[in-house]
């Protein structure tokens, strides 16, 4: 397993829903936390390491402690209120960063690995990392969100990585896009 970069296209993927919360799920979701804190990351959606189901991980403070890391399966944002903008990042567009505007205060409702329901009112850095997380089962990624404005700024990254990775696929280090996109569908139906 392993963090997957723009413009892979798992960034691009609608989710589909977990079924069945077991040991198999429980193992992925602990390998992702590895993965998170060797990029120190606080946020990490299962599309990003090229997986089409619909969960994420957070641990907004960073460092491994099991009373910070948060699974959210099959999230779903119920309620936004207000518009805050903030800087972000993602692990799949490694140092680059740019303002986002989001809502300041959502309702998410999600399982937990234990197959519970709950739901949590969030705001300020968790409210952003859920919206940002939310977003990447829904194949969005927060370039999607800025203004043209903004983005202007970091269209020579976005353009370097589009070149890396195609540049991968040519020597062979990548699979084709067809070939990722195949992969993808058969991970679907193994559900
Ligand atoms: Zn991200």
Not at 45 to 62: D, E, H, K, M, S
Not at 85 to 106: D, H, K, Y
Not at 148 to 173: H, N, P, S, T, W
Request: charged share 35%.
């Amino acid at each position: 397993m392993e963090i997957v970069h723009y413009p892979h296209p798992a960034l691009r993927w609608k989710s589909k829903p977990i079924l069945e919360i077991g040991s198999e799920l429980r193992s992925t979701v602990a390998k992702m936390f590895e993965l998170m804190y060797e990029a120190k990351g606080i946020g990490l959606a299962a599309n990003q390491v090229a997986l089409p189901w619909r969960f994420f991980i957070i641990n907004v403070t960073g460092e491994a402690n099991p009373e910070e890391e948060f699974v959210f399966i099959n999230p779903e944002i119920k309620s936004r209120k207000g518009s805050v903008e903030g800087e972000e990042g993602c692990l799949s567009l490694p140092e680059t960063f740019g303002q986002v505007r989001r809502a300041e205060e959502i309702v998410v409702e999600a399982f937990d690995l234990k197959g519970h329901g709950f739901e949590m009112e969030l705001e300020e850095l968790p409210g952003r990392v859920v919206q940002h997380e939310t977003d990447h089962l829904d194949g969005v990624i927060f370039p999607d969100r800025m203004t043209e404005m903004a983005l202007k700024e970091i269209e020579a990254d976005l353009a370097d990585f589009e070149d890396v990775f195609r540049r991968k696929q040519k020597r062979g280090e990548i699979p084709s896009d067809d070939d990722l996109k195949k992969t993808l569908r058969d991970l679907e139906l193994s559900m």
